[in-house]
């Protein structure tokens, strides 16, 4: 009996044992698998923002690419002959062509006076051209030109703060100057744009200057029906036809978007720029409705916030107590405007918001921004302010975890859920306006648009849709 008892423990432990080691095999195996083969959240990010990194060159390349005819063209006339008119002074009893570059923190008036020129022949000149150009718009880089006598008078006066915009003063008969902005002939043509949204492609068109107008632009339209901050996700598909200028055949700028469509989660929504009989300019959709409303969907101008922080969203409003509005994350200093025309009632510090500013606005509605880094300048308790006036910049003061807004809004003292309020309009299109507005604007461009839509195998890069022209300077 004991022999037998014992050989079964045996066997039992035996069994154990081998179980025992499967088990620490299948541990270990699990053990390395997750050491060795897991992405750890660095990786992941890593991986994230190189294609980001990737998207941004795409972008910069593209842009690139359209910039340089005109950049090759400008770097062969500077080598073509070393223009002596950037370097000549006026001296006594000679007549001279100046050219030059306005430098840092130099007025036009100190840069002739550089040259040789005396402020009594300078002051004229400036003063008329002022009649035409706003001087306090010249920016560091602005050139000019200026045909001077034999007598230190200047007889033509050129200013020019882009290849579009220059203002020309020249001296009449009786010795009194006049200044007129030049109309620079330029060429518009129309170009389609389309794309599917992925986080990485939007911040690439942040980054990149022109492109990221275009895409702030595109949003712009779309301010008081689409929140971009939270409504945006991936797969959801945009296009848009705008317009391109050209100078002398050469790509410059693009222009005015003429017709966009964003479908936002399977829903698309459309605008077209229209100039109504009445005079009033904007967009409007398929409908004849116009896009503009009282509010504003969101606080930030789209394209800067990040995810970073999370959107965090309460649709609960007024279950909880400490919580009443939306949390939009967005880096320290992402510039907050006013939804809506109205006056501040309060500007400062505010217990747990932080730096706060309360609005009030027509039919009854208030709203609040809170956790702001600082109140921007003459925004304060009284202040006028329009829609996308700029109130301050996001920050983290107040009882905040991390850089976000908290924006909310009141109607007649209750809380009221920011997305779920119906705004009122600005006047729709009517009657005959209405029927040739839809004939003649919206059925070509819609047309035009369904066929710029991507097909769901793109790779959501517009920039490697055959259809865009985005780096194609024609
Ligand atoms: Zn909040």
Redesign the pocket.
Known sequence: MDDLLHTRRRRRGKRRRRIYIGLAIVIAGCVTWYFWLRETPQERRQKRDAAVAAADAIVADTIKAARRPIEVKAAAKQKAAPDEALTAKWEEGKSVRLKGKLKKHQSVFKALENRGLEPARIQPVVSATSESFDFRKSRPGDTWTAEVNADGEITNFRYQTSPEDIWETVRNSNDSYSSTKIDVPVDKRETVLAGTVSTSLWEAFVEAGEAGKIIYDFTDIFAYSIDFNRETQPGDRFALIIEKVFLEGEFLRYGRIIAAEYISQGTPHRAFYYESNSGEIGYYDENGKNLKRQFLKSPLASVRVTSRYGM?Y?PTLGQQKM?H???YGAPIGTPIRSVADGRVTFAGRKGANGNLVVIRHANGYKTMY?HLHEVADGIHPGKRVTQKTIIGEVGNTGRSTGP?L?FGMKRHGKYVNPNKVEFARAEPLKGTEKKNYIEEVVDPLSDRLDDARPTVADSGNPLDDPESTVSAPN
């Open positions: 965090r309460h919580h509005g939306v949390d809170a976000h908290h």
